[in-house]
């Protein structure tokens, strides 16, 4: 165990060229697009603990109005069984489809210093040679439940802002009080290091009450990209059935109430749904090749 200041290493993995993806809960985890995607991810993948930020400097378990910071506590009979902190763990996972292994950061968004526990993360991406960020985020959004969410980005650098072009995101555009995440890319431009930024949509109907906490239909729009983005061919059935169950729901609502069915039906009437698909693997010039070939082989029928 290597015990550094706020920064924990309970292992040190030989990881190749590590890419990391953090999840962090706060303002900006609508239907646990950052944590829930990560949560998934670490399943999945079966991913490893080797690394935590301690949480008695970064974090305030009361505020007025909030108790997600508080300790999540199991009583049966009378005995406590268990008792667990808000976490900031790193996990890792050697990727056998590609030369880059990911870093995965579960986190809570701090109250206090937040430069301070971003730099506590950049010291464990220096540690481990992690050469690209990206953080997920999720916003509530009136998307219907029956389209798919869309999702957006922002770059560090023009170079990756060109790359994710090719993932049918919408580049953000936005003014007003930032997100922790906003203040993460704020940081890696100044220091010249790369992240991206990947926001997806989560349903909310505010004129009904609903707001969904765990929205699997906005995780699956963010691991599509990134299972893709880092090669990580995934099999993401279960996640798909996740969805059919959660549209189900929904559905049934709906079924059960004209006004509501009209108000989906309004919204989706004004819904530009941005469906995604994997960008081919083939760089221009491969792709010029391939449509010339085409149109050769065209002229000669």
Not at 83 to 112: C, K, M, R, S
Not at 222 to 232: K, Y
């Amino acid at each position: 165990m290597d015990k550094q200041e706020n920064l924990i290493i309970l292992d040190k993995p030989k990881l190749r060229n590590p890419h990391m993806i953090c999840g962090i809960g706060g303002w900006v985890d609508g239907g646990e697009a950052a944590t829930g995607s990560v949560k998934y991810l670490i399943r999945k993948l079966d991913a490893k603990k080797f690394a935590e930020i301690p949480i008695n400097k970064f974090h305030i378990f009361q505020l007025p109005g909030q108790n997600s910071l508080r300790p999540h506590v199991k009583l049966e009979n009378g005995i406590l069984k268990e008792h667990n902190f808000p976490q900031n763990q790193f996990f890792y996972w050697i990727n056998p489809n590609a030369d880059n292994d990911l870093v995965l950061f579960l986190g809570t968004e701090p109250n206090l210093y937040w430069e301070e526990y971003i730099n506590t993360i950049f010291k464990l991406a220096d540690e481990f040679s992690i050469n690209r960020t990206y953080i997920l985020g999720g916003v509530l959004d009136k998307t219907p439940h029956t389209r798919e969410p869309g999702a957006s980005c922002a770059c560090s650098t023009e170079e990756l802002k060109h790359e994710m072009q090719n993932y049918s995101l919408q580049f953000s555009n936005y003014e007003g009080p930032g997100s922790f995440s906003t203040t993460f890319l704020h940081m890696c431009q100044n220091k010249n290091r790369k992240l991206i930024s990947i926001t997806a949509r989560a349903t909310y109907y505010p004129e009904y009450n609903i707001v969904i906490p765990h929205n699997p239909k906005t995780i699956r729009t963010v691991i599509r990209r990134l299972n893709h983005l880092l090669h990580m061919n995934l099999n993401i059935s279960d996640l798909d059935e996740q969805v059919k169950e959660f549209e189900s729901k929904l559905n049934f609502m709906v079924s059960q109430n004209a006004q509501f069915r009209t108000y989906i039906e309004e919204l989706e009437k004004d819904f530009i749904e941005v469906k995604y698909e994997e960008p081919l693997e083939i760089s221009a010039a491969e792709a010029v090749q391939i449509a010339e070939e085409f149109l050769k082989g065209k002229g000669e029928d």
